[in-house]
C-alpha cells in the first residue's frame, strides 16, 4: 500500500506537470517539471523520503524496459539513415568526447580552486 | 488467421518486450565489455523478430506502448536519487554546475554544428541535439521538437557505448585526477552507460556521475529548445 501512496504521488507530479507545461506551451516534457516539483516536495519535507523512494526505485530499475518500444520503432526508420550511418557515428562520437573533455575540465578547474580554502592539499 | 490474433493482442508486444531484455540481462552478466549493450541488442534482435516472422510494428505496439506509459513517472521518480545527493550538490554547487553547464551546452551544441556542417536534415539534426542525456528525457526533447524518437535513442546509446569506452584514456591524458571530475565529466555525456564505468573507478565518481545524470536532464531540457532556435534549426 505504501509503494502505492509513493506512486501515486509520482503520477500526480507528473500529471501537474503536464497540465503546466500544456497551459503554457513551454517545449519542455511535463515529466521533467514533475521531477522538480517532486525534488522541492522533498527538500521541503512536505513528502518523506519513504514514502516515494520504494516505488521510485521500482520505476528506476525497470527504465531499459521502458526505452525499448520507442528503440524498436527503428524499423520504421531504417530508410533514414541510408548515406548517413558515417556521418552520425562520426557526430554522436565527437560531441561526447568534447562533452567529456570540457565538463571535466571544468569541474577540475573549480574543484581546484576550492580545494586549498579547506586546508591539507597534496600538491606542493 | 490465429496468429494475428496472438500477436495483435497487446500481451505479445509486452511479453515480447520483457523477455528480450531478460534474455540479454542474463546473457550479459558479469561481462564488462561496453559493446555488449543490452538495450542496443534488445531493440535489434525484437526489430529483427519481427521482420523475420512479418508481425506488423504496429501489433508489437499494441503491447510495448503500455512499457512506454511508464517512462515519464520514471523521469518523476529521477528525483529520488537527485533528493538523495543534494548534500553532494551543495557541498561541491560551483565546480559541480559549471562543469555540467558547461558540458551540456557544448553536447547540444556540438551535435547541432556538426550535423550542420554535414549538412543533415532538420530531423536528425534535433534527435541528435539531446542525446548526451538520459534516453527517458532526450526522447522526449527530440519528439517536441519534431524529431524520430528511435533515432534518438541510438544516439543516445552509441554516447554511452563511447564515454564507457574512452573515458579511462582521456582522463589519462587531460590529466584530470579529481574524483568529482571524473563523474561529473562521465554522467554529463555518457548517462547510465558512463555512470557505471565512473563506479568502477570509485564510490564517489559514481555518486557524482549519477547527480550529473539529473542534472544534467533537467539542463538539456533548458538548453535544447533555447539554443536550437539560436542556431536556426
Known amino acids: 500500500m505504501e509503494r502505492l501512496k509513493g506512486f501515486l504521488i509520482i503520477l500526480l507530479c507528473n500529471l501537474a506537470g503536464n497540465i503546466i507545461i500544456m497551459a503554457s506551451g513551454l517545449p519542455i516534457p511535463g515529466s521533467v517539471l514533475g521531477m522538480l516539483m517532486l525534488l522541492i516536495l522533498l527538500l521541503t519535507g512536505r513528502v518523506k523520503l519513504a514514502t516515494v523512494e520504494p516505488a521510485a526505485s521500482l ?52 574543484s581546484k580552486r576550492l580545494k586549498p580554502k579547506q586546508g591539507r592539499t597534496i600538491n606542493k | 488467421m490465429s496468429l494475428n490474433l496472438i500477436t495483435s493482442s497487446p500481451l505479445f508486444g509486452f511479453t515480447l518486450t520483457i523477455a528480450v531484455m531478460l534474455f540479454y540481462q542474463f546473457i550479459f552478466r558479469g561481462t564488462k565489455t561496453s559493446l555488449l549493450n543490452p538495450v ?46 543534494f548534500d553532494k550538490l551543495k557541498a561541491n554547487a560551483l565546480p559541480i554546475l ?35 542525456t538520459t534516453s527517458a528525457i532526450s526522447m522526449n526533447l527530440s519528439q517536441i521538437q519534431g524529431g524520430d524518437v528511435s533515432m534518438t535513442v541510438t544516439f543516445v ?41 565512473a563506479l568502477e573507478m570509485g564510490e564517489e565518481e559514481g555518486a557524482m556521475s549519477s547527480l550529473a545524470i539529473g542534472v544534467a536532464g533537467v539542463l538539456t531540457t533548458v538548453f535544447t529548445p533555447l539554443l536550437l532556435s539560436l542556431f536556426g534549426i
Open chain 1, 59 to 110: 520505476l528506476i530499475a525497470f527504465m531499459l524496459l521502458f526505452i525499448l518500444p520507442d528503440g524498436v520503432k527503428l524499423m520504421n526508420s531504417f530508410h533514414k539513415f541510408e548515406g548517413i550511418v558515417a556521418q552520425v557515428l562520426i557526430i554522436a562520437v565527437l560531441s561526447t568526447l568534447l562533452t567529456m573533455v570540457s565538463s571535466s575540465l571544468v569541474t577540475q578547474h573549480f
Open chain 2, 157 to 197: 546509446n552509441i554516447a554511452g557505448i563511447f564515454g564507457y569506452m574512452v573515458a579511462t584514456k582521456v582522463y589519462q591524458l587531460l590529466n584530470i585526477t579529481s574524483p568529482v571530475a571524473k563523474g561529473i565529466g562521465l554522467g554529463t555525456s555518457s548517462h547510465a552507460l558512463g555512470t557505471r564505468r
Open chain 2, 98 to 132: 559549471a562543469g555540467i553547464s558547461v558540458g551540456v551546452v557544448v553536447s547540444i551544441s556540438s551535435g547541432i554544428l556538426l550535423s550542420q556542417l554535414f549538412g543533415l536534415s532538420r530531423e536528425v539534426i534535433v534527435s541528435m541535439a539531446p542525446k548526451g
Open chain 2, 40 to 85: 542496443l541488442f534488445s531493440i535489434f534482435s525484437i526489430i529483427a523478430i519481427l521482420m523475420l516472422t512479418g508481425i506488423p510494428y504496429e501489433h508489437y505496439h499494441k503491447g510495448a506502448s503500455i512499457l512506454s506509459f511508464f517512462l515519464g513517472p520514471m523521469i518523476v521518480a529521477l528525483a529520488v536519487p537527485l533528493y538523495k545527493q
